[in-house]
């Protein structure tokens, strides 16, 4: 089948999204095979010079692509052909990949690498002067380095075979450099050189040669033009070697650099592939919390399904002990679920009727009744799995910026490369009457080499796809590259007090009727408040159906934000809020003012009841305080942050819980949009806020913030507003989320830094044609090298133990996780 029929007999290979202009169309993809930020480069000119492209906007880390076209010139389906003529996969950016298909791609790439390593110890061992003990202690530390590597690999199933073979195919590297005393092994040692080095070209890195040669083909300079051109230098140069047979020409060098260079791009490419794969695969795998098979109550009848046969609404019976299939809503039952394993809330939570709970937690001694709310990719910890890929595609500004540089570095290095090959030619030959070939090779080659921009392409997104990772191994998922850039820029962070600050489950206390009963009072009042998503309003809903309180018909319904609700009923107009609002509406509420006084002093938050003019009572509302609040907002003011408390609460039981947990500043009693202007007014004089919270009223101001932060258990608005979502809901991760924003910038800084002085020192030492091209490889492979251990320094194992991991048959997290 052609690669039009498939793309065009499978539709949901990209995803449409809503586009700002009417007549245009918006899709995302998954881009597969994607390197290094040249590649990114590579795949947004191929398509934006196709005809009724627009905009194209592709994220390395993501490895999605953001095409906006006009429908009547574009179609999907020859887009994304260019893409895969070009030698990407393109695949559903909605779906997650599978593990099993990521480690496919990891054993092959480390068989490659491996394949390519037993080459260039061979390679080595041809090239290097069998007397000497500088030259013979090259080979022999290098060939004993990979080797040590290669045991380590050799525990990684699925790799066997090659391994094997490397091994054996070093051995012989190492005893070929006392040969090289043999004349007749000197003559044979630049036809063997050349066998392996077209070989590698032709076979075992065919991917690259077909990627450069449609690269070029669309007249894309990109780091697999570079790279060819390079290899190519190296067998032409080996070639002219064969047909001057000058005495003394390096015929082998030549060929050995195209080996190396070869290898030294397979082997960024399987790092890359590495860290990258490796940064996400902890969370995907909470998709094995998730039990195969659900109980299911149909009728009379409890049925054993399997999980993609349970629809929303079904109702599910979760026995103690066992694993949630599901997300969804509580009919029956009690008991304390366990969410650890998903949230990172160690102490198991308690759930009744009405609660919420999550797919993938345990269950503890009693048994629930659950209706379905969400399965497949509506679940919680699909969002989850889905949120961590979207952290892959930050992009601070600095990022932004080496795009920038890499948009003309290929083209710079392949001119500087030319002149250096031209004015070798030219310069020998003025000087002394003979064109010095050999040495005009070596300098043009050698430049190619050093430049060679992949270390300066994944220097970036390395240390962010690292920092994304550990913060999601830590339930905080950074949605937006300024998160990374700009948390750790905050000089004052504000936040919010219910759900926040607070546990966001607030009771009713206390309540003071002024006429009629307890019953009615909250009858009237949970009619008027069982519209509102607000915690309290909830808490109201709750304590009257608790005493069993039966609210009236509700005929209309109005809400006034962040001052109360008008409710109009069978038995009249009610209002429900503020004591100011129903006073502000013509609500005598004086002779209380004394009890509200005191209340509120005590820390509740008092909401008054009125009917037809008439004050009926009120109810005092309380909430606890997060067990690590006080904890947390010490270690925030420690580490020199402002801490704010913004609320629409009012005065007296804002400044109580301010009191509690030493909070600098506080701001009670404001709007939902005033919030966002009160973080306004902090933003003055540059000074960089961030917004912690986690409802509706808070979005506005979570849009506002240099850098917004939503609590994991907030509303989906809040969370869509947000830059960082806490999933734990643990406030003392807002200090570990600002941690690894300083560690990751800092990690991008440095690496960026140690590319391009590599690259800035070696290109203009190659130019002058005394760098051996192969030593010019050898620095570039320390370069990647340096980098990669770089972006992974502070976690030793983590490089080791994903290496080790390849191949690997995954048992069921949950298995391991049980308890």
């Known amino acids: ?45 191929a398509l934006g010079r196709q005809p009724g492209v627009d905009k194209v906007a592709v994220s390395l880390t993501h490895e999605q692509a953001l095409i906006e076209y006009d429908p009547k010139v574009a179609r999907p389906e020859e887009l994304f052909r260019t893409l895969r003529d070009i030698g990407y996969t393109v695949s559903d950016p909605r779906k997650v990949r599978p593990f099993e298909e990521e480690e496919r791609d990891l054993v092959r790439e480390g068989r490659r690498f491996l394949a390519a390593t037993a080459f260039s110890l061979i390679a080595i061992a041809l090239i290097a002067h069998p007397t000497g003990i500088a030259a013979i202690a090259l080979p022999t530390v290098v060939v004993a380095s990979l080797l040590a590597f290669v045991f380590l690999v050799l525990r990684a199933r699925g790799l066997g075979t090659a391994v094997g073979g490397t091994i054996a195919l070093a051995a012989i590297a190492l005893a070929l450099v006392p040969l090289k005393e043999q004349a007749w092994f000197e ?30 083909r669309r007249g894309i300079l990109n780091q697999h033009v570079l790279l060819e051109i390079g290899a190519f230098a190296g067998i032409v140069g080996g070639l002219m070697g064969f047909v001057l047979d000058l005495p003394g020409y390096p015929t082998a060098p030549f060929f050995a650099v195209t080996v190396m260079v ?57 026995r103690p002990g066992e694993r949630v299939p599901v997300d969804g809503q509580v009919v029956s039952g009690h008991s304390a679920v366990d969410q650890s394993f998903v949230t990172g809330e160690a102490i198991p939570v308690e759930k009744s009727e009405g609660d919420a709970v999550v797919g993938g937690s345990i269950n503890g001694t009693g048994t629930l009744l659950v209706k379905v709310t969400a399965i497949g990719e509506g679940s919680f910890l699909n969002k989850v799995i889905r949120e961590v890929e979207d952290a892959r595609a930050l992009k601070p500004g600095l990022l932004h910026l080496v795009d920038r540089v890499l948009r003309v570095y290929t083209p710079a290095v392949l001119i500087i490369s030319a002149l250096a090959f031209g004015g070798w030619l030219i310069g020998s030959w003025l000087v002394t009457g003979e064109m010095n070939i050999a040495r005009a090779i070596f300098a043009g080659l050698s430049v190619l080499v050093m430049g060679y921009p992949c270390a300066v392409g994944i220097s970036a997104p390395l240390s962010i796809v690292r920092g994304a990772g550990e913060a999601a191994e830590q339930g905080i998922l950074m949605r937006t590259g300024e998160a990374f850039q700009a948390y750790r820029l905050v000089s004052t962070i504000v936040l919010d007090k219910t759900g ?92 209380a003012e004394e009890r509200i006084r005191r209340l509120e002093n005590a820390g509740r938050t008092v909401i008054a009841v009125g009917r037809d003019g008439r004050a009926l009572g009120i109810l005092a509302l309380g909430d606890t305080l997060r067990a690590d609040a006080v904890h947390a907002i010490a270690t925030l003011r420690k580490s020199g942050l402002k801490t704010v408390l913004l609320t629409g609460d009012n005065e007296r039981a804002a400044r109580r819980v301010a009191q509690e947990v030493g909070l600098d500043e506080v701001h009670a ?22 917004m912690v919270g986690d409802g509706i009223n808070d979005a506005p101001a979570l849009m506002q913030a240099d850098v917004g932060i939503a609590m994991g258990g907030g509303t989906d608005i809040a969370i869509e507003s947000a830059d960082i979502i806490i999933l734990s809901n643990r406030l ?45 490889m050898a620095a570039m492979a320390v370069s990647v090298t340096v980098i990669f251990f770089n972006s992974l320094w502070g976690r030793p194992t983590l490089f080791i133990d994903a290496i080790l991991s390849v191949g690997r048959p995954v048992g069921r997290a949950a298995e391991s996780a049980s308890p």
Not at 6 to 34: F, K
């Open 1 to 45: 089948m052609s690669t039009a029929t498939t793309i065009e007999s499978t539709p949901r290979y990209w995803n449409e999204e809503p586009s700002n202009r009417p007549d245009r169309v918006r899709i995302r993809a998954r881009i597969g095979g994607l390197h290094c930020s040249l590649c990114t480069g590579t795949i947004e000119k």
């Open 187 to 216: 003559a044979a040692t630049p036809w063997i050189a050349g066998v392996m080095a077209l070989i590698l070209v032709f076979g075992v890195g065919n991917h690259i040669l077909r990627m450069a040669f449609q690269a070029l």
């Open 262 to 318: 070869t290898t030294y791009h397979i082997f960024s490419e399987w790092l890359s592939l590495i860290v990258k794969t490796r940064s996400s695969q902890a969370v995907k795998r909470l998709l094995d919390l998730q039990p195969e098979t659900a109980r299911v109550v149909r009728g009379n009848q409890e049925l054993e399904l399997p999980i993609e046969d349970v629809r929303v609404g079904d109702l599910v019976r979760i």
């Open 500 to 591: 926040t600050l607070t546990e966001g489950r607030p009771k009713v206390r206390e309540i003071d009727v002024f006429d009629g009963t307890e019953e009615e009072l909250l009858a009237l009042a949970a009619a008027a408040e069982a519209s509102s998503e607000h915690p309290l309003a909830q808490a109201v809903v709750d304590a009257a159906f608790q005493r069993g309180a039966v609210p009236p018909d509700v005929q209309s319904f109005e809400a006034i934000p962040g001052k109360g609700v008008v409710a109009r009923t069978d038995k009249g107009e009610v209002l429900v809020g503020s004591p100011a609002f129903l006073a502000g509406r013509g609500t005598d509420i004086s002779h």
């Open 669 to 690: 009693g404001v709007l939902p949009d005033g919030k966002a202007d009160i973080v306004r007014k902090l933003q003055t004089n540059g000074r960089r806020v961030a």
């Open 732 to 776: 003392d991760t807002l200090n570990i989320a600002r941690d690894i924003s300083r560690r990751s910038y800092r990690k991008m800084l440095q690496n960026i830094t140690l590319a391009f002085l590599f690259n800035g020192v070696g290109i203009p030492v190659a130019v002058t044609g005394l760098l051996y091209p192969v030593w010019a």
